[in-house]
């Protein structure tokens, strides 16, 4: 049984700190991870995809990846409210696997 | 970036209908598509995952004569929910993804409510 772990929160920032999500994985042959992020109502939006170790950044949010530890992080920088939703962490074997999503983190900002 | 498309986006109807919710992949070929539920303040389930021009495989607990699977080409799949009952009102996502390590994608999701 593939598991991807999330602690469901919810997680509280002030506006302008930043929100760190961790996420951890049990399939240790995982090729691909992937952040989503899902506003109340919506269905999830693709944010960051990565898949090799180290940080990879694309404006204020980072992923990290340590595939050792089979551990995958997101890090928000200066958060806003607009930031507030839920977010997936989503870990994806080789070739034609599923993907297999995390329960989601929900994250406030509070302004 | 890659684009699903998701209709319709709500569905009101009577007990007893049946509905068909379509999904397409806009720009890029999907090689499986897959279908998800999720109650409010839950998270996504999974229902089952297709590949063109085979049979769906369906995630334990779902019935396949109940939640009908088709896709018919590389850039469409269709749900359709049989005699639906006021038990199956629920937000219903598509997701598409092709070859790969490419990534799902998500189509805006049908709000689905029997009367």
């Known amino acids: 049984q593939k598991e991807v772990e999330q602690n469901s929160g919810p997680l509280s920032v002030p506006e302008g700190a930043i929100a760190s999500l961790n996420c951890t994985y049990s399939?240790?042959?995982?090729?691909?991870f992937f952040w989503y992020r899902q506003y109340s109502g919506k269905s999830p939006e693709l944010i960051m995809s990565?898949?090799?170790?180290g940080d990879k950044e694309d404006g204020r949010f980072t992923a990290q990846l340590n595939k050792a530890s089979q551990y995958v992080s997101l890090l928000i920088r200066d958060s806003q409210p607009s930031d507030s939703a839920t977010y997936l962490c989503?870990?994806?074997?080789?070739?034609?696997?599923?993907?297999?999503f995390g329960i989601g983190t929900k994250l406030q900002v509070i302004p | 970036g890659a684009v699903v498309s998701q209709h319709p986006s709500r569905v009101i109807c009577k007990s007893g209908t049946s509905v068909k919710i379509e999904c397409r992949s806009l720009?890029?070929?999907?090689?499986?598509m897959f279908w998800y539920r999720q109650f409010p303040k839950k998270s996504l389930m999974l229902m089952a995952t297709?590949?063109?021009?085979?049979?769906?495989?369906?995630e334990q607990g779902v019935e396949k004569d109940k939640f009908l699977i088709n896709h018919a080409s590389l850039t469409l799949s269709t749900l359709t929910v049989t005699s639906a009952h006021p038990e199956d009102s629920s937000f219903y996502i598509c997701?598409?993804?092709?070859?790969?390590?490419?990534?799902?994608?998500f189509g805006d999701g049908t709000r689905l409510s029997i009367l």
């Open positions: 997701s598409a993804s092709g070859q790969n390590d490419q990534p799902q994608h």
């Open positions: 720009d890029f070929q999907a090689t499986t």
């Open positions: 989503a870990v994806k074997g080789g070739g034609y696997q599923k993907v297999t």
């Open positions: 399939d240790r042959v995982s090729q691909s």
């Open positions: 990565i898949y090799s170790n």
């Open positions: 297709s590949n063109e021009g085979s049979k769906a495989t369906y």
